[in-house]
């Protein structure tokens, strides 16, 4: 099966808080892209449900990026979850996390290049 993904997924093991409907879910982070994340939670969600994320950088000072998503997929050891808004503070230290897990900030930044201009360029539904 050929990887539809737009961007680079990279392992990232830190903590995650998902929070949805008035439910908390704690999970860790397995890997990570611009665009979307996988939490190891014994906890599910429906796909489609909307999230808010929170993952912890540091434990000590504590950094996090702070996410607003939706369940992608739902697994037997987790949750799928798509990225659909972040603050530009969460958009700089995640880029920053990829890019020093892949050794390549410039292929971040195209892949993410990319994908704006493909969204430019695709009408969306209703338009």
């Not at 990225?83 to 971040?108: C, N, P, W």
């Amino acid at each position: 099966m050929q990887d539809k993904r737009d961007f680079s997924r990279v392992s990232f093991k830190v903590s995650a808080l998902l929070q949805a409907d008035g439910v908390t879910l704690k999970g860790e982070v397995k890997d990570i892209s611009m665009h979307g994340i996988f939490v190891q939670t014994e906890e599910k969600l429906p796909v489609g449900t909307p999230v808010e994320i929170t993952i912890y950088l540091s434990a000590a000072d504590p950094i996090v990026i702070n996410v607003s998503g939706s369940v992608a997929r739902c697994e037997e050891t987790g949750l799928g979850c798509i990225f659909e808004k972040m603050d530009i503070d969460s958009f700089a230290h995640l880029r920053s996390v990829i890019s020093y897990q892949m050794g390549d900030v410039t292929q971040v930044l195209t892949e993410f290049a990319d994908y704006v201009r493909k969204k430019i360029e695709t009408p969306q539904k209703g338009e």
